[in-house]
T-cell receptor
Framework: AQTIHQWPVAEIKAVGSPLSLGCTIKGKSSPNLYWYWQATGGTLQQLFYSITVGQVESVVQLNLSASRPKDDQFILSTEKLLLSHSGFYLC????????????FGPGTRLTVL | QQKVQQSPESLTVSEGAMASLNCTFSDGTSNNFRWYRQHSAKGLEVLVSIFSDGEKEEGRFTAHLNRANLHVSLHIREPQPSDSAVYLCAYSNNRIFFGDGTQLVVKP
């Protein structure tokens, strides 16, 4: 069975500080990977997707970056956090680029102060 | 432009009474629609996926799709307090577009 793990569960950070959020998928080789963000009370938005190792495409510009250093790992990061980065970050995976059958992780709650 | 509109924003029902949620979308070419549930900033739980006009039932959850009217609904039969959550509608056409959600509260 496939499992998806996100870390940390929650993070409180200062404006201007760096950020790194992680996501790993076990039990599935070469998954398509996605990052989503949801501002408090806002709409869930797709930020990035990756079809293969080393390749990441941006969907929405939020002064964030993503990387896929390993087949089963997806990292979301920034060198300088903004207040507007606060929210809930979800990682997801899918079997193929039809992208509909996506499976979501438990999420990371980020609070920027 | 908001591609997915959900209504109502919030809904309170009594335990056992039917709960009905609505979703209208702007893209009539998609044939992939899904209802998710999100408990208090946790991951998304898939409730029902529907790919053609008509009705699709998954346990107590029934989705109705009418692509001509750009509308998909979710009906929850015999809701329980544990069903209290945010319900998200989404459709896909290479990307997934989510609505803002409906906050459902089920009172005992």
């Amino acid at each position: 069975a496939q499992t998806i793990h996100q870390w940390p569960v929650a993070e409180i950070k200062a404006v201007g500080s760096p950020l790194s959020l992680g996501c790993t998928i076990k039990g599935k080789s070469s998954p398509n990977l996605y990052w989503y963000w949801q501002a408090t009370g806002g709409t869930l938005q797709q930020l990035f997707y990756s079809i293969t190792v080393g390749q990441v495409e941006s969907v929405v510009q939020l002064n964030l970056s993503a990387s896929r250093p390993k087949d089963d790992q997806f990292i979301l990061s920034t060198e300088k956090l903004l207040l507007s980065h606060s929210g809930f970050y979800l990682c997801a995976w899918s079997l193929d680029w039809s992208s509909y059958e996506q499976y979501f992780g438990p999420g990371t709650r980020l609070t920027v102060l | 432009q908001q591609k997915v509109q959900q209504s109502p924003e919030s809904l309170t029902v009594s335990e056992g009474a039917m709960a009905s949620l609505n979703c209208t979308f702007s893209d009539g070419t998609s044939n992939n629609f899904r209802w998710y549930r999100q408990h208090s900033a946790k991951g998304l739980e898939v409730l029902v996926s529907i790919f053609s006009d008509g009705e699709k039932e998954e346990g107590r959850f029934t989705a109705h799709l009418n692509r001509a009217n750009l509308h998909v609904s979710l009906h929850i039969r015999e809701p329980q307090p544990s069903d209290s959550a945010v319900y998200l509608c989404a459709y896909s056409n290479n990307r997934i577009f989510f609505g803002d959600g409906t906050q459902l509260v089920v009172k005992p």
